[in-house]
């Protein structure tokens, strides 16, 4: 057993400071242990979000040392632990209080996307037929916990707040699993470009990187969302066919 | 004053039954809130694993209602509401059909069906699923379809209190975790949906949200439990490093060709088979291995026996010296290299968050070596008692679907009936509560019940905090109740914990917190207490009355099945002086037509 200190952010987006906890470390602890067990035993009325512990519901993202992660998937082996381990909320979205941001703003940029709208069923019970083959590339998609660490380390959000016109990889990921899903037939080109602002993406490829699912963010999704745009308009063919077709 | 807002359904949880049961309602017309206490999509439905239970016959094409319906009663050792049971193995099909129609993308037949794997007690193939991550599939489908059915979501929020008018609910009380204001909903009719209880226990699959919120509520509004002693501890939890004993391993690594063994190395799942399984179990593991792999001749492997027997064989290898170092047994899914050429590949697509979840929190190659696991509070099968076709609670106006309430899974639940349950109930919670308040108009609210419940919730900002803080107490209680109420369970250790919790009511009631109402996890925690006081002394009631071993409940002290209490189920409620009445009332019989079922699958 050794004691640890955690510098946590306490306080709001507005006024707060880091106050220095000790605690000790036992076998196998992650972060968000060490952050319950300061709650429990010296401040009882600290704020942090958690669900699972197990990296599946995407609840207790935070900046460990800077670095946006689940506190539930960071063991403290991985830390170094001779000097404080500094942990503060998300930095995209504002705080509400100590570790936990207010993310309502994702919420409502999913809102803005249209829902799914499938096919006619293919079989009489009213399901449909598709293969495995044509479905991994949507279920990679759908792995999402919406943890919300791509949106915090994107720079369009965290350093340009382009909160207004930029909706995240979270949801280029989002829009493609719908217009990747081999039944959609719902075409989202339009607001791709216009109201989700994919053209602000410059393949940074940072999404990716901190992602804990490991979806292949802008490789797989963004990429090929950005083709479509650059298909539909400034395809001289495909722009005609539009203008024709209304679509 | 309390902000008031009004909606002719107020649904209380959004997992699976509480988005389904919104999006129900929003479909009869009526206006619908949906209040949670964590955010929207975190809800503990999407932690399930395995999958979900329908007979779709995608795999196995002799598997029909008839047939899932016969293995739930078997399952449930016949104390399941058999109404219920039937409406389940009904309904599951065309519950899955219409997910896949909102958008969720389920793993694949070779043929492009819904793929159905093998699970515990289920006798055909049959929990669709999406690798091991079949519940974020169900949430998030929920979830993206529901946002846009017209339903308000309040999320962070935790109701605290029911308001009634007369015998009638007509709202709740609750405060928003981010500043601590009071909000007060008003409503013809309320659907709980608040899930399970597990953190009455200390080592547990569940997250901070089981509190049994929803079971005290509806108690304390005047509703009846049923069937509490009934708690499933899951055989397969990890039990090492520390902080993450408790954490589910699913059945799925089971169903996969995952085999159990001790430290001498040998398979003791064979060694103890119940009687009613004989017929349908293996003979050999050679067998096992090809029913796993899908060959229709073989039986099923003992790891896939009922949860309640596997718990308690692993139980009796620990006890009896034969565990793993750290208290558990092995469970091993690398040995099927054996078998199978690409088997690293293969684990890592059909079980991928629990390779995930071992190499990131145990160091553990689930590929390469065996994992360490041992039994977890995982599932109440007890909770709030509501009617089959309608789930109205025993309270006019209150209904429950989901985990938090009883019937459908009688002493035992199999694996992959929950999710299916949740969209079943939850659909027929939905209507049914809307219609409710289509009949109805609005009740009064009783300014009286709303300032009351409001000064009981701020009493612990006035108290000192030189006492036992709300962690402290909470951690007293579950350590309690998984030395004396967990899976082995004596006469003498059962009353002990009754007495344990009524002196821990009193400390309950000095509990002090400091700071202010701002998203305050001291407060919320305290404010929690009462819910797991209730339901864990109903839990151990329960359990002393029924003085016989049947599924999920096992008592050391007579450890048969009894026939005369296979009759019967146990009641909670709360009586007129406001103390707990326990009581066995007799099961009502199973009519005839579903009998003859039972009889032609047995
Ligand atoms: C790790 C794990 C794996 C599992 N795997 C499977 C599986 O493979 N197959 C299967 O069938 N089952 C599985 N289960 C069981 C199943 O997941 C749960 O029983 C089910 O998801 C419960 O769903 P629910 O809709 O009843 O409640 P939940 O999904 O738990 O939702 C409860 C909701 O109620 C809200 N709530 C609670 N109290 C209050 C309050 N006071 N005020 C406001 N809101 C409140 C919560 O915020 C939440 O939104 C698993 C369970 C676990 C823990
Ligand atoms: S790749 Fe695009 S979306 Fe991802 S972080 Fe970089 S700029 Fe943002
Ligand atoms: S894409 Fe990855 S990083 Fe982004 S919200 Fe989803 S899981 Fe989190
Ligand atoms: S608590 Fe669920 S991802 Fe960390």
Redesign the pocket.
């Given at each position: 057993m050794a004691s640890v200190t955690f510098r946590i952010w306490r306080g709001d987006g507005e006024t707060g400071e880091f106050v220095e906890y000790s605690t000790d470390i036992t076998e196998g602890m992650v972060v968000l242990d060490a952050v319950h067990q300061v709650q429990a035993e010296s401040a009882n009325d600290l704020a942090v979000r958690w669900n699972c512990k197990a990296g599946k519901c995407g609840s207790c993202s935070a900046e460990v040392n800077g670095v946006p992660r689940l506190m539930c998937m960071t063991r403290m082996t991985d830390l170094p632990t001779d000097v404080p381990v500094t942990i503060e909320p998300m930095q995209a979205f504002p705080t509400l209080k100590d570790l936990v941001p207010d993310v309502s703003w994702n919420y409502e940029a999913k809102k803005q996307i249209k829902p799914f709208k499938p096919r006619t069923p293919d079989n009489e019970d009213g399901s449909w037929t598709m293969y495995q083959e044509d479905v991994d590339r949507v279920q990679e998609f759908r792995k999402c916990i919406e943890c919300f660490l791509c949106q915090d380390v994107c720079h369009v959000l965290r350093d340009h707040h382009k909160h207004e016109e930029f909706v995240g990889p979270r949801y280029f990921v989002y829009t493609a699993a719908l217009e990747m899903h081999p039944l959609d037939t719902e075409d989202r080109t339009e607001e791709l470009k216009k109201a989700f602002g994919v053209g602000y993406c410059n393949i940074t490829k940072c999404c990716t990187v901190v992602c804990p699912e490991g979806i292949t963010i802008t490789d797989n999704a963004i990429i090929p969302l950005k083709e479509r745009v650059a298909d539909t308009f400034y395809d001289p063919i495909q722009w005609l066919i539009r203008k024709a077709t209304g679509k | 004053m309390a902000e008031t807002k009004e909606y002719d359904v107020i649904v209380?949880?959004?997992?699976?039954?509480?988005l389904r049961a919104a999006i129900e309602a929003s479909a009869h017309g009526v206006s619908v809130g949906l209040?949670?206490?964590?955010l929207l999509g975190k809800?503990?439905?999407v932690?399930?694993?395995?999958?979900?239970?329908a007979s779709l016959a995608n795999v196995d094409s002799r598997d029909n209602w008839k047939v899932h319906f016969a293995d739930t009663m078997r399952g449930g050792q016949y104390g399941n509401n058999s109404t219920m049971a039937a409406h389940h193995a009904r309904e599951a099909p065309d519950r899955v059909r219409e997910l896949e129609a909102w958008g969720a993308v389920f793993d694949r037949t070779q043929e492009g069906r819904i793929l159905q794997r093998n699970f515990g007690g289920h006798r055909y193939p049959r929990l669709a699923h999406v690798g091991d991550r079949?519940?974020l599939e169900m949430i998030r489908t929920l979830q993206d379809h529901g946002i846009h059915q017209g339903v308000d979501v309040h999320m962070e929020?935790?109701?605290?209190h029911v308001l009634k008018d007369g015998d009638r609910v007509v709202g709740v009380v609750?405060y928003d975790r981010e500043r601590g204001r009071f909000r007060v909903f008003k409503a013809k009719a309320v659907v709980f949906?608040?899930?399970?209880i597990g953190r009455a226990y200390k080592v547990t699959?569940?997250s901070w949200?089981y509190t049994g919120?929803?079971q005290s509520l509806a108690y304390h509004a005047g509703a009846e439990l049923i069937d509490m002693e009934y708690v499933q501890f899951h055989p397969t939890g990890m039990v090492w490093p520390p902080s993450v004993r408790g954490i589910?391993v699913?059945e799925g690594v089971r169903g996969e060709g995952g085999v159990l063994r001790n430290s001498e190395n040998r398979r003791f799942m064979f060694d103890d088979i119940p009687d009613l399984y004989k017929d349908q179990t293996a003979d050999t593991p050679e067998e096992g291995w090809k029913y796993t792999q899908g060959d229709k001749e073989s039986r099923r492997p003992p790891e896939l026996l009922t949860r309640d027997h596997v718990a308690r064989c692993i139980m009796r290898e620990v006890r009896d010296g034969r565990g793993s170092p750290h208290g558990g047994v092995f469970l091993d899914i690398a040995w099927i290299k054996k078998n199978l050429p690409d088997a690293e590949n293969h684990i890592k697509r059909k079980l991928p968050s629990m390779y995930h979840q071992f190499k990131e929190l145990a160091g553990i190659d689930i590929t390469k070596e065996p994992m360490e696991v041992g039994p977890t509070t995982?599932?109440a099968m007890g909770g709030i008692r509501v009617d089959g076709d309608s789930q109205m609670s025993t309270v006019p106006g209150l209904f429950a679907a989901?985990?938090?309430a009883a019937g459908l899974h009688g002493a035992n639940r199999l694996?992959?009936?929950?999710?299916?349950d949740?969209v079943v109930f939850g659909k027929r919670a939905g209507e049914h509560a809307a219609l409710f308040a289509k009949e109805n108009g609005w009740g009064t609210i009783d300014q009286g019940q709303v300032d009351s419940a409001q000064k009981t919730a701020l009493a612990p900002f006035d108290r000192p905090t030189n006492a036992e803080g709300p962690f402290q107490v909470q951690y007293a209680l579950q350590e309690k109740m998984q030395d004396l109420v967990g899976i082995v369970r004596r006469d003498d250790e059962l009353k002990q914990a009754v007495d344990f919790i009524s002196g821990l009511r009193t400390k309950a009631e000095a509990v002090g917190v400091s700071g202010n109402r701002e998203y305050n996890g001291g407060w919320h925690t305290a404010l929690d207490l009462d819910n797991l006081l209730i339901v864990s002394e109903a839990i151990a009631r329960s359990a002393v009355q029924r003085q016989e071993s049947r599924g999920a409940h096992f008592r050391d002290d007579y450890p048969e099945k009894d026939e005369s209490w296979g009759k019967k189920r146990s009641v909670t409620r709360k009586a007129a002086d406001g103390s707990m009445e326990v009581f066995a009332e007799d099961l009502p019989p199973i009519p005839s037509e579903l009998q003859q079922i039972i009889e032609e699958n047995r």
């Open positions: - | 209380v949880g959004a997992g699976g039954a509480g209040i949670c206490k964590s809800a503990h439905t932690m399930a694993e395995g999958g979900m239970a079949t519940g929020v935790t109701i605290f609750a949906a608040t899930g399970g699959s569940n949200e919120d929803g589910l699913t995982h599932y989901g985990e938090c694996g992959g009936n929950s999710l299916s949740l």
